[in-house]
């Protein structure tokens, strides 16, 4: 039953991870570039939730609406200030520092701007567990149904309309060959831009999900989007799905290593699972090998 | 012979002379100032900041990967100093008594070593994956170290930090101002070795597999052994800072180490400009100077950082550095090199196939070679025998195997069935870079130079295997090693003239037309010394004043006793030089002889013209 429950609430935690790393994955499939804000996005849709939905009393669905579109337009901003600058860069690499430090940015405002403190957001749908399975059973928290159910439906979503649909199909002509993508008539800067902020706002409604089970901090994102990374890495960064399986490899491993061994060493095994995938598989589990021709 | 005495040896230049004495006199300030606060608090921080920054920039600037991790190396320094030095007084309750006091150096010398070897472990998974791959990994080590310092209690004293006694030696006392008098000779003795070996052939090996690694193992250089090396010392240099920075403030915390301190370096890196000693330093000094210039919104201060980033990701992308070398460069004028009349002089005693291996037996057979991809026969049972000093056409259709023949032979694809020999050696089982040092050297159709590097450097790399200096010697800067350096320098130079491409000696391989790349691939080719030479395409996209220009330097090298396989589309060209031709088509051979055997066989024009049908002739 506890074991049960350690799952439970691994798979919650692990839903947020993947729900970053979806967002990863959205951008480097149309630019080849992973968006080191992300972490800091998440944060800004917890903080942005949480004033407005705590200290301001707006109803949850118009804090929600106010996350995403703080969301989207972080994700316009980082793009068309720190990622498109540093792709006409000769440095190869030039981007993971831009992202980097637009996250740092974002933090530090969030710093200057609101507050050092950490806070303690309310559930919408309220704070007290469901006890399943008769008394003795397993304490789930509404919250964590809720995240677990919003982050499968978003990745789903946004999945199908990607194979479904002719955006889509534009998006996957975009991450196959950019160049000929836009031969076809495909505004391929219009589609990085979307894919950009699509995935911040994804990130920032992890950060309103995630707010209730952890604490609201203008730090919360830096270790979640490294985590995030990790996940998203595991799964493979060319797969959609696959960063679901990341997110709970390394969820179900932290809530599974506070319990048996200590809190303090809770991320290790996920990091070693990470290093040690990467000698034997070094595209993840479901990344594209690519065969590099001369 | 008078010219080849006077060329054996380096110029000299006067501002090297006094450099040295230059390099004494912040060794002067901790006598004259007593102010702790700079000089202490502030120098001796950007001192030991700057060795963390150098040692990042051998990765990130030479080895071309992103490390988000090096605050992991720092920190073992660190406490590896800080649990052998720290006495059990000053750490009440904790396991500090449990560990022997060693003496600071010792202590010093063995965290050099244990962060070295976790380099080593580091360079493992950068060899399989780069990019965002290899980042994570580094992300992941640096987070697992940290962890281990934070939660370790009994071994680190955890969250509580170890405190240090100030440093003494024979009982006269090292901290405060004085204690520059360790800081300073370590970052100079360390900065000149990176200087050094960063201009070797070490430092050309690292800039080559960032640029392109397979044209580096085709110059015979070894990827793996370079890379896990470069990590080594990396790593080894962080934790020699790491060390140092235990001993500054006399005492560490986790806290320091985490992930944040790996990305602000990072940043302070980019900020000054890879690839340059002076950018270390001017990145770090920012970065220590910025709290202090704008105390009045240190909060603030990583968003000031940030911004700054961005703007010179923006406007300067070789950082402040960069914009000075451009600025002195306006100052100086271009192309100014001093060493070139010296070059030019002291190649003319050069014969550039003094060093091609004599060997016996012919210089290619294969048999029965078979490539597959997955479904995909790109070469079918492959037999062909090129005899010594002659040169061998191979050509055919689009996509009827030549190019696969090429990276077959060069052993960036193992053939999957089939026998390679070479001067009556199987090189079945040797890698890239072995037959490259064999002598089996080869141009690139789309080509591979070494885009960072000079035209001269360019044909450096491809001199790899003629260098014989050690790692210590190279680092020390020994009179050997300036003496092959130099040797090397001129045979370059010889060989940049044999292709005629001299006068863009020093101009950057990214500037040459298209041309003088093609030429520059064949220069560095050469310059491996080989018995065999594979050109893939020399001719492609060139005008026809070139092309004769590259049928010229193909019957010089032919005279020189080197065998050339011949790979091109161009048929006049093919013609002319080859002694024989090979022709393929859907990877299988259908003819060979002589240009006018082949030029007439009926399945050869077959192959390129397509057949007579009925219909067709019915039209004539």
Redesign the interface.
């Known amino acids: 039953m506890q074991t049960l429950q350690l799952l439970w609430a691994g798979a919650a935690q692990g839903m947020i991870y993947a729900l970053v790393a979806f967002g990863y994955n959205i951008t480097f499939s149309t630019s080849k570039i992973l968006n080191f804000s992300l972490g800091n996005v998440l944060m800004l849709g917890g903080v942005t939730g949480f004033v407005l939905y705590m200290t301001r009393g707006v109803p949850f669905a118009g804090a929600l609406a106010g996350v995403l579109a703080v969301g989207a337009v972080a994700g316009v901003l980082v793009q068309k200030f720190a990622v498109e600058p540093s792709l006409k860069k000769s440095s190869q690499y030039a981007w993971i520092l831009a992202t980097l430090a637009a996250g740092i940015v974002l933090r530090n405002a969030a710093e200057v701007f609101w507050s050092t403190d950490d806070f303690k957001m309310r559930s919408p749908l309220g704070d007290a567990p469901l006890r399943l399975f008769g008394a003795g059973g397993i304490g789930v928290y509404p919250q964590e149904i809720l995240i677990i159910g919003v982050s499968l439906a978003i990745v789903v979503a946004v999945e199908t309309l990607k194979s479904r649909t002719l955006l889509g199909k534009a998006v996957l002509a975009v991450a196959e060959d950019r160049e000929t993508a836009s031969l076809m008539g495909i505004d391929q800067r219009r589609i990085i831009l979307l894919s950009f902020s699509l995935s911040a706002a994804i990130a920032a409604v992890g950060g309103l999900l995630v707010a209730p089970i952890t604490l609201v901090s203008a730090t919360m994102g830096t270790v979640l989007g490294v985590k995030a990374y990790s996940a998203s890495i595991i799964g493979g960064l060319e797969s959609g799905y696959g960063t679901l399986v990341g997110g709970l490899i390394i969820g179900l491993s932290e809530s599974l290593t506070a319990r048996f061994v200590s809190t303090g060493y809770k991320d290790i095994p996920g990091f070693v699972i990470l290093i040690a995938l990467l000698l034997v598989k070094p595209s993840g589990l479901f990344g594209a090998h690519v065969i590099r021709k001369v | 012979m008078k010219e080849a005495a006077k060329g054996s040896r380096p110029p000299t230049r006067l501002a090297r002379r006094l450099a040295p004495l230059l390099a004494l006199a912040p060794l002067a300030l901790p006598l004259l100032v007593e102010n702790q606060y700079y000089v202490h608090g502030i120098l001796g921080r950007i001192l030991v900041y700057t060795l963390l920054v150098a040692s990042l920039d051998l990765v990130v600037g030479y080895i ?1 990967d ?1 490390s ?1 991790g090096h605050a992991g190396f720092f920190a073992i320094g660190a406490y590896t100093v800080a649990v052998l030095t720290a006495p059990p007084s000053l750490n009440g309750d904790s396991a500090i008594g449990f560990f022997p006091q060693w003496p600071f150096l010792a202590a010093l010398a063995l965290g050099v070593v244990l962060s070295a070897a976790a380099g080593f472990a580091l360079g ?2 950068a060899l ?2 780069s ?3 290899l ?3 580094t ?3 640096g ?2 170290i940290y ?1 281990f310092i ?2 370790q209690e009994a071994w680190t004293n955890g969250t509580k930090g170890v405190t240090l006694a100030p440093l003494r030696l024979f009982g006269w006392s090292l901290g405060g101002n004085r204690y520059l008098f360790v800081v300073y000779p370590f970052l100079a003795g360390v900065l000149f070795a990176l200087h050094n070996v960063s201009r070797s052939f070490w430092g050309r090996a690292f800039e080559a597999i960032k640029n392109s690694a ?1 044209a580096a193992a085709c110059c015979g250089i070894s990827r793996a052994y370079y890379k896990v090396s470069a990590f080594v010392l990396s790593a080894g240099v962080a934790g020699l800072a790491g060390g140092l920075f235990a001993e500054l403030d006399s005492y560490v915390a986790p806290n320091t180490f985490s ?2 301190l790996s ?1 602000e370096f ?2 302070a890196l ?1 900020f000054g400009g890879t690839r340059s000693i002076l950018g270390n330093l001017l990145g770090v000094t920012v970065f220590v100077f910025l709290p202090d210039l704008f105390a009045s ?1 240190a ?5 000031v ?3 700054l ?2 703007v010179v ?2 406007f300067f ?1 070789e950082g402040v550095a960069g914009l000075l070398r451009r600025g002195w460069a306006r100052v100086a004028g271009a192309g100014s090199d001093p060493d070139r009349a010296a070059l030019a002089a002291a190649a003319d005693a050069v014969d550039v196939f003094s060093a091609i291996p004599r060997r016996g037996g012919p210089a290619l057979v294969l048999e029965g070679v078979t490539m597959r991809f997955g479904g995909l026969t790109a070469v079918n049972g492959l037999s062909l025998t090129v005899p010594q000093g002659t040169v061998r056409g191979l050509i055919g259709p689009n996509g009827s195997g030549k ?1 696969t023949t090429v ?1 077959v032979l060069s052993g ?1 694809y193992p053939q999957t069935e089939g026998r390679i020999t070479s001067f009556g050696h199987d090189l079945g089982s040797l890698t890239t870079a072995q037959r490259a040092r064999f002598g089996v050297a080869r141009t ?1 159709q ?1 080509l ?1 130079l070494f885009h960072d590097l000079t035209a001269l450097q360019n044909v450096l790399v491809g001199l790899h295997e003629s260098f014989r200096a050690n790692l210590y010697q190279v680092a020390l800067g020994s009179p050997a090693a300036g003496r092959e350096e130099w040797k090397a320098r001129v045979r370059a130079y010889a060989l940049l003239r044999f292709v005629g491409l001299e006068a863009q000696a020093f101009e950057k391989a990214s500037n040459l037309s298209y041309g003088q790349a093609r030429l520059l691939e064949i220069a560095r080719a050469l310059a491996v010394s080989p018995g065999l030479l594979l050109l893939d395409e020399p001719a492609a996209g060139l005008t026809a004043a070139e092309i004769e220009a590259i049928n010229e330097i193909v019957r010089r090298i032919k005279a020189a006793g080197v065998t050339v396989l011949l790979i091109e589309h161009h048929m006049d060209m093919v013609m002319a030089i080859s002694d024989e031709v090979t022709v393929l088509d859907f990877g299988r051979k259908i003819a060979e002889g002589s240009p006018a055997v082949v030029q007439a066989d009926p399945a050869v024009i077959e192959a390129y013209l397509g057949k007579h049908t009925a219909p067709a002739a019915a039209r004539e």
């Open positions: 071309g992103v988000i493992f998974p399989r994956s990019g965002p791959y980042a994570v990994s992300i992941a080590y987070l697992i962890t934070n939660e397979v992930y944040n990305v990072l940043i980019l919104f909060d603030a201060r990583l968003m950082y940030g911004v980033l961005l990701l923006f992308p190019s990276n960036l690139f789309n591979q």
